[in-house]
């Protein structure tokens, strides 16, 4: 039995397959433990299964988690007390950084401290050579030295990051069998990144090192209260306790806890990845190649952009930390459900990215003393009087009317306040889209949004307006598609290596780049092997290249014509290429899959010809700045080929959409929602 867990910042939600269907369910995070809501809505699931059916063919539990915990802890600032070991004479390479500066024109930025303070940064009187070559050897006495000089410091965990060591890990493999001997939980560069560019790669190898202790906790917790979650109450006395959790990586696959607690830097990005895992699955349903994800939760929104495979890039930046480990190209802005409005200095009204989150939450939640952009969508009608999660989270849109009206500054009315609000956060995302899709040479005018996350419906339409996108692609289990993503996620393990190669010189000797290419891959099946994946693999390669003299790198596909690939790429980003100039290789990359087994789709009953959509009411709210009256639709009465126009809400256990004036929606065979602008109808769907 499978079942895929996604803990937001508001809601922890978890989808599972019971008699073949896909099920849903949401309960409250808790920020403090997250374990304790993974434990709470996996008791949920188990009383849907049933005892019997738990147990029968005495099967065991695959737990799949997407969490936040390592977001949060480098966001906080709350991770592990860590010390450096280095190459003596680069312990301040944390400190100085790169040139590049994050605002140009500002200048009062604060920049990041260092996770790991002066005091914690150790030299090691060690040296290799840019090839690897030994200029000095690191000896036993000094090995000794640094061990002692580490226990003084009382760390929690250890990073070591020693000079070209990605050309040759011994001097960095000495000094870890020493350090975990002595007991520290150890973070060495070689494992965890073996590229080039010392800054990233201590970046990467401190930030592992600082969420190792927490996320191995925090798995060890999940393990156990799971496991009494699950397998509590009357049971077969030959029943046996089979619990296996993976996590998922912000690569798209998932990786065993095992391995996630050794390498936690892996999953910055685990929720949103299986976000984005998710909408390209309803993409690939819908029929649509050219989408840009939206994934707006409680408390931030997730958007990225897919043109027929997933997107990941080795340049990311986590808390203002260089997070050089593949991630899906996902960009985050603090604007979600519980994103708290506030007046500036100037007056000015601005959303986020502080959030209510689920403590005390929103206003409409009973405990919340200021707005959001909820209680904004509550004040303006959007939820009617059944609150959310199907009738059984009651709001109180009264409740955040009256506390609204205090706080609404210089707006008219309140109506007016809330719709500010709204105004504001669409335009914070808006600008999140443009900067994944514009500013890297793609048109939205050509991509379809697929809208999810809780209150991903209620702003899909306004954004898709804005970027007169082709239309909206709501799926199935909008507010949990993350957590459908997470599920149907494979095993995917990624391994590197930095060869600086000119192209001449490998086209010359292809048969080279063959050689260095199958050390890795007999490492990723072997990888694979351990994480008990290795019946279905897929191998991907692909080449980091750059222009000789050039300080950034694209990745192509290592098959067929890689040198015009990377021209045609280059072009794409950055408007130009130069045919005539020397290219090189950086990197190779191999990233190996597992395929798991997978839910699939399930067709919807087929709508009558002829027959009408089915109403379930009429709601009062304002839509446009107009009050009107919308048709409420509840989405599990829909049938394949239904189809209705707006003024509309459409309501579901997981999630809120909003049809306005204008706008058709059509229902797919597979109960997934294509919203387009009248005038367009189905442009872009499946023939129904």
Same mark, same amino acid.
């Given at each position: 039995?499978?079942?895929?867990?996604?803990?937001?910042?508001?809601?922890?939600?978890?989808?599972?397959?019971?008699?073949?269907?896909?099920?849903?369910?949401?309960?409250?995070?808790?920020?403090?433990?997250?374990?304790?809501?993974?434990?709470?809505?996996?008791?949920?699931?188990?009383?849907?299964?049933?005892?019997?059916?738990?147990?029968?063919?005495? +099967? &065991?539990?695959?737990? !799949?988690?997407? %969490? #936040?915990? =390592?977001?949060?802890?480098? *966001? @906080?600032? +709350? &991770?592990?007390?860590? !010390?450096?070991? %280095? #190459?003596? =004479?680069?312990?301040?390479? *944390? @400190?100085?950084?790169?040139?590049?500066?994050?605002?140009?024109?500002?200048?009062?930025?604060?920049?990041?401290?260092?996770?790991?303070?002066?005091?914690?940064?150790?030299?090691?009187?060690?040296?290799?050579?840019?090839?690897?070559?030994?200029?000095?050897?690191?000896?036993?006495?000094?090995?000794?030295?640094?061990?002692?000089?580490?226990?003084?410091?009382?760390?929690?965990?250890?990073?070591?990051?020693?000079?070209?060591?990605?050309?040759?890990?011994?001097?960095?493999?000495?000094?870890?069998?020493?350090?975990?001997?002595?007991?520290?939980?150890?973070?060495?560069?070689?494992?965890?990144?073996?590229?080039?560019?010392?800054?990233?790669?201590?970046?990467?190898?401190?930030?592992?090192?600082?969420?190792?202790?927490?996320?191995?906790?925090?798995?060890?917790?999940?393990?156990?209260?799971?496991?009494?979650?699950?397998?509590?109450?009357?049971?077969?006395?030959?029943?046996?306790?089979?619990?296996?959790?993976?996590?998922?990586?912000?690569?798209?696959?998932?990786?065993?806890?095992?391995?996630?607690?050794?390498?936690?830097?892996?999953?910055?990005?685990?929720?949103?990845?299986?976000?984005?895992?998710?909408?390209?699955?309803?993409?690939?349903?819908?029929?649509?190649?050219?989408?840009?994800?939206?994934?707006?939760?409680?408390?931030?929104?997730?958007?990225?952009?897919?043109?027929?495979?997933?997107?990941?890039?080795?340049?990311?930046?986590?808390?203002?930390?260089?997070?050089?480990?593949?991630?899906?190209?996902?960009?985050?802005?603090?604007?979600?459900?519980?994103?708290?409005?506030?007046?500036?200095?100037?007056?000015?009204?601005?959303?986020?990215?502080?959030?209510?989150?689920?403590?005390?939450?929103?206003?409409?939640?009973?405990?919340?003393?200021?707005?959001?952009?909820?209680?904004?969508?509550?004040?303006?009608?959007?939820?009617?009087?059944?609150?959310?999660?199907?009738?059984?989270?009651?709001?109180?849109?009264?409740?955040?009317?009256?506390?609204?009206?205090?706080?609404?500054?210089?707006?008219?009315?309140?109506?007016?306040?809330?719709?500010?609000?709204?105004?504001?956060?669409?335009?914070?995302?808006?600008?999140?889209?443009?900067?994944?899709?514009?500013?890297?040479?793609?048109?939205?005018?050509?991509?379809?949004?697929?809208?999810?996350?809780?209150?991903?419906?209620?702003?899909?339409?306004?954004?898709?307006?804005?970027?007169?996108?082709?239309?909206?692609?709501?799926?199935?289990?909008?507010?949990?598609?993350?957590?459908?993503?997470?599920?149907?996620?494979?095993?995917?393990?990624?391994?590197?290596?930095?060869?600086?190669?000119?192209?001449?010189?490998?086209?010359?000797?292809?048969?080279?780049?063959?050689?260095?290419?199958?050390?890795?891959?007999?490492?990723?099946?072997?990888?694979?092997?351990?994480?008990?994946?290795?019946?279905?693999?897929?191998?991907?390669?692909?080449?980091?290249?750059?222009?000789?003299?050039?300080?950034?790198?694209?990745?192509?596909?290592?098959?067929?014509?890689?040198?015009?690939?990377?021209?045609?790429?280059?072009?794409?980003?950055?408007?130009?290429?130069?045919?005539?100039?020397?290219?090189?290789?950086?990197?190779?990359?191999?990233?190996?899959?597992?395929?798991?087994?997978?839910?699939?789709?399930?067709?919807?009953?087929?709508?009558?010809?002829?027959?009408?959509?089915?109403?379930?009411?009429?709601?009062?709210?304002?839509?446009?700045?107009?009050?009107?009256?919308?048709?409420?639709?509840?989405?599990?009465?829909?049938?394949?080929?239904?189809?209705?126009?707006?003024?509309?809400?459409?309501?579901?256990?997981?999630?809120?959409?909003?049809?306005?004036?204008?706008?058709?929606?059509?229902?797919?065979?597979?109960?997934?929602?294509?919203?387009?602008?009248?005038?367009?109808?189905?442009?872009?769907?499946?023939?129904?």
């Amino acid at each position: 039995m499978r079942i895929a867990i996604d803990t937001g910042g508001t809601f922890t939600d978890c989808v599972f397959v019971r008699d073949g269907k896909l099920q849903i369910l949401k309960v409250p995070s808790q920020r403090a433990t997250p374990e304790e809501a993974i434990a709470a809505a996996v008791r949920r699931a188990r009383k849907q299964f049933g005892a019997r059916q738990v147990f029968s063919d005495d +099967r &065991g539990l695959d737990l !799949v988690c997407g %969490t #936040t915990v =390592g977001t949060n802890a480098l *966001l @906080e600032r +709350r &991770g592990a007390r860590v !010390v450096l070991v %280095t #190459t003596a =004479g680069f312990e301040d390479v *944390l @400190e100085i950084g790169r040139q590049a500066r994050t605002k140009l024109y500002d200048f009062f930025v604060d920049k990041a401290e260092p996770l790991v303070p002066a005091p914690g940064r150790i030299g090691a009187h060690e040296r290799l050579a840019w090839d690897g070559s030994t200029i000095r050897k690191l000896t036993r006495q000094e090995i000794g030295r640094i061990v002692r000089l580490v226990r003084r410091a009382k760390p929690e965990a250890v990073a070591i990051c020693f000079l070209f060591s990605f050309r040759n890990p011994q001097h960095e493999k000495w000094m870890a069998d020493a350090l975990r001997e002595a007991g520290y939980l150890t973070s060495v560069s070689h494992e965890i990144l073996p590229e080039f560019r010392e800054y990233e790669r201590s970046s990467t190898t401190v930030v592992n090192a600082y969420l190792t202790p927490l996320i191995s906790g925090y798995l060890r917790g999940t393990q156990s209260r799971v496991s009494t979650a699950w397998y509590s109450g009357p049971r077969p006395k030959a029943a046996t306790t089979k619990l296996r959790v993976h996590v998922m990586q912000s690569n798209g696959g998932i990786i065993s806890a095992e391995k996630a607690a050794r390498q936690p830097v892996t999953t910055i990005l685990s929720g949103p990845a299986g976000g984005v895992t998710g909408a390209a699955y309803a993409a690939e349903l819908a029929g649509l190649d050219k989408v840009i994800t939206f994934d707006m939760g409680g408390t931030s929104t997730d958007v990225a952009l897919l043109s027929g495979e997933l997107r990941t890039t080795s340049e990311s930046i986590a808390a203002g930390f260089p997070v050089a480990v593949p991630m899906l190209e996902i960009h985050t802005v603090g604007a979600g459900g519980g994103s708290i409005a506030r007046f500036d200095r100037g007056g000015a009204l601005r959303v986020g990215p502080e959030s209510a989150g689920a403590e005390p939450g929103p206003i409409c939640y009973g405990r919340g003393e200021r707005a959001t952009v909820t209680d904004a969508h509550a004040v303006l009608g959007h939820f009617g009087e059944t609150g959310l999660l199907g009738g059984s989270f009651a709001l109180d849109a009264a409740l955040a009317r009256r506390m609204m009206e205090k706080a609404r500054g210089a707006f008219r009315t309140v109506e007016e306040f809330a719709e500010g609000i709204l105004a504001v956060a669409n335009a914070v995302m808006e600008k999140a889209i443009r900067v994944i899709s514009v500013e890297r040479g793609h048109d939205p005018r050509d991509y379809t949004l697929v809208a999810f996350g809780g209150a991903g419906g209620l702003h899909a339409c306004g954004l898709a307006s804005a970027l007169e996108m082709r239309g909206v692609l709501l799926p199935i289990f909008p507010g949990g598609l993350s957590a459908l993503g997470i599920l149907r996620a494979d095993v995917v393990r990624e391994f590197s290596r930095t060869v600086l190669l000119a192209v001449g010189e490998a086209k010359r000797s292809v048969g080279g780049l063959r050689r260095i290419f199958g050390p890795l891959e007999i490492e990723a099946r072997r990888a694979l092997q351990q994480e008990g994946s290795a019946s279905k693999i897929r191998i991907e390669r692909r080449l980091d290249m750059r222009y000789a003299g050039q300080a950034y790198e694209l990745s192509v596909p290592a098959s067929g014509d890689f040198v015009s690939a990377f021209h045609r790429v280059h072009e794409q980003r950055y408007g130009y290429h130069d045919a005539k100039r020397a290219v090189e290789i950086v990197n190779l990359r191999v990233r190996a899959t597992g395929i798991t087994e997978k839910p699939q789709g399930e067709k919807i009953a087929r709508a009558p010809k002829g027959s009408r959509v089915r109403v379930a009411g009429s709601l009062d709210c304002v839509l446009d700045e107009k009050r009107r009256a919308a048709a409420l639709i509840a989405r599990e009465e829909l049938r394949s080929g239904d189809s209705f126009a707006g003024p509309a809400v459409i309501s579901e256990y997981s999630a809120t959409t909003l049809v306005p004036e204008g706008w058709r929606a059509n229902v797919d065979d597979f109960g997934q929602i294509l919203l387009t602008t009248t005038g367009k109808p189905g442009r872009h769907a499946r023939n129904n």
